[in-house]
């Protein structure tokens, strides 16, 4: 099995896109060959600055291998490596229907929140079409809010195969890939309550020094309810995010000293916040590791673009033929 997933380097890591997608992309290393790239074509839509670029995009390999990514059982990669992923979405775009993609809803709300539109902003999800047909992809894990954009990569991959493939279905020219979602309870909520996301202001990132992570823990929006009243644990920021670092009997003893009272939210603050440092510590240990190597990153990159291209090639070999280049 094959599963591919990418991420674009538009901004620092956050404890969000670790339980949304980075942890998730981990643990199935263990079901099949994996290929995660840094999606910089994309952020190339957001992003204007190539220092930041740059930047971002090698923290993005860091942070990722820092979590656990096992780079030997698959390939971590930059997108632009593979530059042939771009030819692949020319040709997806000559049969993608136009009303297709108007209707993509990442394309809207981000219109929405102030984005100027682009024709790159515009075909996004032929962009990610392509990344995900040129490996012969069987399952992308993504977040829900990704969903859509596999229904378009599924229907575009059908009308490929309708115009230019064989009759028998073996002869097909794509495989339909499954999107492998995470349940919508694995939003994770930012400091404000709102879901956490780099455009928000509102993350707490993975790894930010034991000062600033602090901090935005401390800054966690609560309610003015005093110390010595009952706390409605259902609603508080605080026990969701606790939820995600702590035991099951840790997090109900949590609970019951809302309900009972006598405990100021800045102490549950604290304990949040040392739960968190501690989850976080084997791997800031593993990325100081990394750190120190300077060529390791290089050459994770190198191998895995290597493995990438190979794949690529060899689907491109049958798409060029198909199509009559
Ligand atoms: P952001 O909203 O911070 O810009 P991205 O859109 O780049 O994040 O998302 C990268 C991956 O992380 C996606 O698969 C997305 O579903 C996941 N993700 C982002 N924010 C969260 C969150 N708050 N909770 C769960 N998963 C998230
Ligand atoms: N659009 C994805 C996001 O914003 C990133 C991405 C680009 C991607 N190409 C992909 C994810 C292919 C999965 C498969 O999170």
């Known amino acids: 099995m094959r599963i591919l997933s990418g991420i674009q380097p538009s901004g620092v890591l956050h404890i969000g ?3 949304g997608m980075m ?8 079901e099949g060959e994996t290929f995660y790239f840094i999606a910089e074509y994309h952020a190339l839509t957001s992003v204007r600055d190539p220092k930041v670029l740059r930047e971002n995009s090698r923290r993005v390999a860091l942070d990722f291998l820092a979590c656990g990514l ?3 059982r698959g390939a971590l990669f930059r997108q632009s490596d593979v530059p042939q992923v771009t030819e692949l979405a020319w040709i997806l775009s000559t049969v993608a229907p136009v009303g297709l993609l108007e209707r993509a809803h990442s394309y809207k709300d981000k219109l929405a929140r102030g984005m100027t539109s682009s024709a790159g902003l515009f075909n996004y999800p032929v962009l990610m079409a392509a990344d995900i047909l040129i490996y012969d992809s069987d399952v992308v894990p993504v977040g829900k809010d990704q969903k859509q954009h596999i229904e378009i990569t599924r229907d575009l991959a059908v009308k490929m195969n309708e115009t230019f493939g064989q009759a028998e279905p073996a002869r097909q020219l794509f495989k339909l890939p499954e999107p492998r979602i995470q349940p919508a309870t694995q939003v994770v909520p930012g400091i404000d309550s709102q879901k956490m996301s780099k455009s928000y202001n509102n993350t707490v ?5 034991e000062k600033e992570t602090r901090k935005r823990v401390m800054s966690i929006v609560t309610d003015s309810t005093p110390v010595e009243a009952a706390k409605d644990p259902a609603r508080s920021t605080i026990i969701q995010l606790y939820s995600l670092f702590a035991s ?3 997090i109900e003893e949590m609970r019951e000293r809302f309900r009972k009272g006598g405990t100021g939210y800045g102490d549950f603050k604290k304990e949040l916040f040392e739960k968190l440092w501690e989850y976080f510590s ?15 990153i290089d050459n994770v990159l190198a191998r895995g ?6 794949i690529a090639d060899q689907v491109m070999k049958r798409v060029r033929a198909a199509v009559g280049l």
């Open 70 to 72: 096992n780079p030997e």
């Open 305 to 310: 673009a290597e493995r990438a291209n190979e």
């Open 282 to 296: 084997p791997m800031r240990k593993r990325r100081e590791e990394i750190l120190a190597d300077q060529s390791y």
């Open 205 to 209: 990132d993975i790894f930010a020094d």
């Open 17 to 19: 896109n670790y339980f």
């Open 248 to 250: 099951k009997n840790e």
């Open 23 to 30: 942890r998730p992309a981990i643990e199935l290393q263990a």
